[in-house]
């Protein structure tokens, strides 16, 4: 098992910049794709981004498509996303996840199996 650890949230205005980091610990996540989700209450969580094992490989929900940028750093265990012209809309915890598969990245919710504990993100309008 993995455990992950979210940074980097915070309050920003709309049109703001945020990136967020995520640090694995306990196993090398270098051969496993990696996403990124939010949450708001009430709301199921979403898929926002996803990256292959390899970096090769980028996907994002239509709604983040053009703003956001994930990345990662394989030798440093570690998973970003960039968030750039951010909305009051995209205010939520945002959880770090990785895919429980090998050589795989998936875009949905069941395809992961570990979670980071999630960082809130705020835009005001």
């Known amino acids: 098992q993995v455990q992950l650890v979210e940074s980097g949230g915070g309050l920003v205005q709309a049109g703001g910049s945020l990136r967020l980091s995520c640090v694995a610990s306990?196993?090398?996540?270098?051969?496993?794709?990696m996403g990124w989700f939010r949450q708001v209450p009430g709301k199921e969580r979403e898929f926002v981004a996803a990256i292959s094992w390899n970096g090769a490989s980028t996907y994002y929900a239509d709604s983040v498509k053009g703003r956001f940028t994930i990345s990662r750093d394989n030798a440093k265990n570690t998973v970003y996303l960039q968030m750039n012209s951010l909305k009051p809309e995209d205010t939520a915890v945002y959880y770090c996840?990785?895919?429980?598969?090998?050589?795989?990245?998936?875009?949905?919710?069941?395809?992961?199996?570990?979670w980071g504990q999630g960082t809130q993100v705020t835009v005001s309008s």
């Open positions: 306990g196993r090398s996540i270098s051969i496993h794709g």
């Open positions: 996840a990785a895919d429980r598969r090998t050589l795989r990245t998936g875009v949905r919710r069941d395809e992961y199996d570990d």
